[in-house]
C-alpha cells in the first residue's frame, strides 16, 4: 500500500495563546510545538498499521518552513517511511490542499491521510479541498477503518451517531478518535529516523484566497458567582432570571 | 448575484441549524442587496418554513439518494446549482457533513472559504468573517480575497429568525455523478439533540467515581430537557459513549448553558466548552481550575448537590 499522510505542526495543547504585529500574527516566543494530536495519533498510525499488516509505504507531508523538520522527524521516529516538505508558508487552506495535491497528483497513493482538524485553526477544510482537486472521494471524522484490497470499510462520525461506509478504490480520509492508540517513538525510531529521507520541495505559486486580519481574544469572564450547595433553588432563579438560559 | 444556503434535513426533516444558517443566509443577502436561495436536497417536511426566514426562494432538489450523504456528488450538485443560480456566496452549517463540504464547494467555485464562522459577516471593508480559533482561546477575523465564497456557520450562532411567511417550495431534479462511496449503515440516537446542536448540556468527569452512577446525570439532562456530555477519560474508560466526549480532542461546543459536574477543568476540556454562554460548575474542590471559567459555581458533593438541583429545575418547571 502507498500512503500519505499530511502531518501539522501546532502549539502544544497548554500554550498561551498571545499575538504580535498589531494582533495579526500568532506570537510563538517561548511556545513549545507539537504535532498536530490527530495527525499524530490516529492518522499515522493507523497508516503505519496498515503497512505493518499488508506491506507498502507512508509517506508523510508538511507544508510549512525548514523549523518544521522537527515535527517531521518525530513522524519518521514513529515509523513513516519518508517524508516530503514543501517550503512555504501554510498561509491559508487553499495553499496547503493546492500544494499537497499537487504533488500527490503523480504519486499514486491509494489513500491520504489528515486529522480530523488542526487545534489551532481549527478548520477541517484541507482534506476536503485536496479531494476535490484530486476528483476523488472523501470521508471525514473517520473512527474506523478496514482494508480489503480495492474496498475500504469506514465508520465516520456525524451529529448525534455514526455512519459506515464503503469505499471503492484510492480516497481522503480525515482521522478522529478511535482509528489508532498514540505511539511513542522509541529510541531505535528516533536513531532511524535521522537516516530516512526528507525531500524538500519548491512551492507551486498561488494567491492567498484567505488573509488574516486581526485576532482578539475572547472576553475574560468576570469571576464565579458561588451558590451555596444547600440552596439549588436560588441557582435555578439566577439561571432563569439573571442568566435568562432555563 | 444571489446568496445560495444549503439546508441539511436528515430524516427529512430541517432541524433548528438549519434555520439559523437560512436566517444568517438572508440577513447576509439583505445587506448584500441580493436574493437569498435556500436549497435542500430531498424533501422536508418543514421546508415551506424556511420562507419565514426570509428566502426569496426554497428549491428542493430530487435525484440523490436519501440519506446517503457522499461529499464528492452533494458538493457537484450544489456548485451546479450556485451556478444556475449566479450565487457567487455560498452558505452552510458547521456540521460534519457542512464541513466535508466548504472544502470540496471552496475548490469548485474558486472561491475563498471559512469554516465555523460565530457571526455574520463584516462588509464594512471588503468581505470578513469572525471565527473561533486556537481551540477556542482566540477568535480570529479573516478577510475573503476572492469573488465566490464560502462559509460555514457554527451552531448557536444566532438566533433564527422566523417572523416572515412560509412559502412555496420549487421542485427542481438533478442529475448525480456516480460515486464510489456507498453508506451501508446509520446509527443516531433518536430523539435526543446531538451535541453540536444543544442549547442545553450536562457534563459529568471522573467525579462520577463510574458509569453506574450517570442515572442522577441522567435525569438532571431530562429535567432540563439537556444533552448528556462528559470528560475525555470517561469516555476512554468506556463509562460513556465516545460521542458524547467534549474538548479539545472531542467534539467542541456552545451551548447556552453548560453544567459540569465532577470534572477538574483542565485546559484540554476547556477548549471545547468556553465558547459557552453560560457555565455551572460542581465541584467539591474549591480549589478546582473550572471555577475560574465558570459563571456560577457549587463547591459541594455531586452526589448531593446533583440530585438537588434536578429537584430545583423540576419544582420551577412545574410552577
Ligand atoms: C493532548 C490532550 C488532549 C486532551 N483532550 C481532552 C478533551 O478533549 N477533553 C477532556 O475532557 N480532556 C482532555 N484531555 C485530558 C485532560 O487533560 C484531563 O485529564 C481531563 O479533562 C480530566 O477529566 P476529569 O475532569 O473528568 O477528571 P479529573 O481531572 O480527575 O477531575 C475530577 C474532578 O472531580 C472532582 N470530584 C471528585 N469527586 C467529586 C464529588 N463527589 N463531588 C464533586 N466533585 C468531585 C474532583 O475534585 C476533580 O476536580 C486531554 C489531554 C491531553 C494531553
Ligand atoms: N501545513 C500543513 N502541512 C501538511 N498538512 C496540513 C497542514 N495544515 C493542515 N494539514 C492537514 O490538514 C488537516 C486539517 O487541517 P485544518 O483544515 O487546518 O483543520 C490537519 O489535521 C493535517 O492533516
Request: with cysteine; glycine share 8%; net charge negative.
Amino acid at each position: 500500500m502507498n500512503l500519505l499522510v499530511c502531518i501539522s505542526k501546532t502549539p502544544d495543547t497548554t500554550a498561551k495563546i498571545s499575538f504580535k504585529a498589531d494582533d495579526t500574527e500568532y506570537n510563538s516566543d517561548g511556545v513549545t510545538f507539537i504535532l498536530n494530536p490527530y495527525d499524530e495519533w490516529y492518522a499515522l498510525v493507523r497508516a503505519i498499521e496498515l503497512t505493518e499488516q499488508n506491506g507498502g509505504n507512508v509517506t508523510v507531508i508538511n507544508v510549512g518552513p525548514a523549523t518544521n523538520d522537527i515535527i517531521i522527524r518525530k513522524a519518521l521516529a514513529i515509523g513513516a517511511n519518508d517524508a516530503v516538505r514543501i517550503d512555504t508558508d501554510a498561509s491559508d487552506a487553499f495553499t496547503v490542499a493546492s500544494n499537497i495535491a499537487n504533488y500527490a497528483k503523480t504519486k499514486n497513493f491509494d489513500i491520504i491521510f489528515l486529522g480530523k482538524e488542526t487545534i489551532d485553526y481549527n478548520g477541517s477544510e484541507v482534506g476536503a479541498m485536496i479531494a476535490e482537486l484530486m476528483d476523488l472521494p472523501y470521508v471525514s471524522y473517520a473512527s474506523k477503518l478496514d482494508v480489503q484490497s480495492a474496498l475500504s470499510t469506514v465508520t465516520r462520525e456525524i451529529e448525534g451517531g455514526e455512519e459506515v461506509c464503503q469505499v471503492e478504490g484510492s480516497f481522503v480520509l480525515s482521522a478522529a478518535k478511535g482509528m489508532a492508540e498514540q505511539r511513542i517513538p522509541n529510541m531505535k525510531g528516533i536513531m532511524m529516523a535521522k537516516n530516512k529521507p526528507l525531500e524538500v520541495i519548491a512551492p507551486m505559486s498561488g494567491d492567498v484566497r484567505v488573509s488574516t486580519q486581526k485576532f482578539v481574544l475572547p472576553p475574560a469572564k468576570s469571576g464565579v458567582k458561588l451558590i451555596d450547595a444547600e440552596n439549588m433553588d436560588e441557582l435555578v432563579r439566577l439561571l432563569h432570571e439573571e442568566a435568562k438560559v432555563i | 448575484m444571489s446568496v445560495l444556503i444549503y439546508i441539511e434535513n436528515p430524516n427529512g426533516h430541517i432541524k433548528k441549524s438549519g434555520f439559523e444558517v437560512a436566517t444568517y443566509g438572508a440577513k447576509l443577502a439583505s445587506s448584500m442587496g441580493t436574493n437569498a436561495i435556500g436549497l435542500i436536497l430531498g424533501s422536508a417536511t418543514n421546508a415551506g418554513d424556511l420562507g419565514k426566514c426570509g428566502l426569496s426562494k426554497v428549491l428542493q432538489a430530487n435525484g440523490l439518494p436519501t440519506n446517503e450523504f457522499d461529499a464528492q456528488s452533494y458538493s457537484h450538485v450544489i456548485a451546479q446549482i450556485a451556478k444556475d443560480h449566479q450565487a457567487n456566496v455560498v452558505i452552510l452549517s458547521n456540521t460534519a457533513n457542512g464541513k466535508a463540504l466548504t472544502g470540496r464547494l471552496a475548490i469548485k467555485m474558486e472561491a475563498g472559504s471559512v469554516s465555523g464562522a460565530n457571526a455574520l459577516p463584516d462588509l464594512s471593508d471588503g468581505f470578513s468573517v469572525t471565527k473561533s480559533v486556537y481551540s477556542g482561546k482566540a477568535i480570529v477575523k479573516y478577510k475573503i480575497n476572492t469573488k465566490n465564497k464560502v462559509i460555514s456557520v457554527m451552531g448557536n450562532s444566532l438566533q433564527p429568525d422566523m417572523s416572515g411567511q412560509a412559502i412555496d417550495v420549487e421542485q427542481i431534479t438533478v442529475t448525480a455523478p456516480t460515486t464510489k462511496l456507498k453508506v451501508l449503515e446509520r446509527k443516531t440516537s433518536d430523539g435526543i439533540v446531538p451535541l453540536p446542536e444543544a442549547e442545553l448540556v450536562v457534563s459529568a468527569g471522573r467525579g462520577m467515581k463510574g458509569p453506574e452512577n450517570w442515572g442522577i446525570i441522567e435525569e438532571l439532562a431530562t429535567a432540563l430537557g439537556a444533552t448528556t456530555a462528559c470528560s475525555r477519560p470517561v469516555a476512554d474508560a468506556d463509562w460513556r459513549p465516545h460521542h458524547e466526549h467534549v474538548g479539545q480532542t472531542g467534539v467542541a461546543i456552545r451551548p447556552n448553558l453548560y453544567i459540569a459536574a465532577g470534572i477538574s477543568g483542565a485546559i484540554q476540556h476547556l477548549a471545547g466548552v468556553n465558547n459557552s454562554k453560560v457555565i455551572v460548575v460542581i465541584n467539591k474542590d474549591p480549589e478546582a481550575p473550572f471555577f475560574k471559567a465558570a459563571d456560577y459555581g457549587v463547591v459541594g458533593d455531586l452526589f448531593e448537590v446533583v440530585p438537588r438541583l434536578t429537584a430545583a429545575v423540576k419544582k420551577f418547571k412545574h410552577a
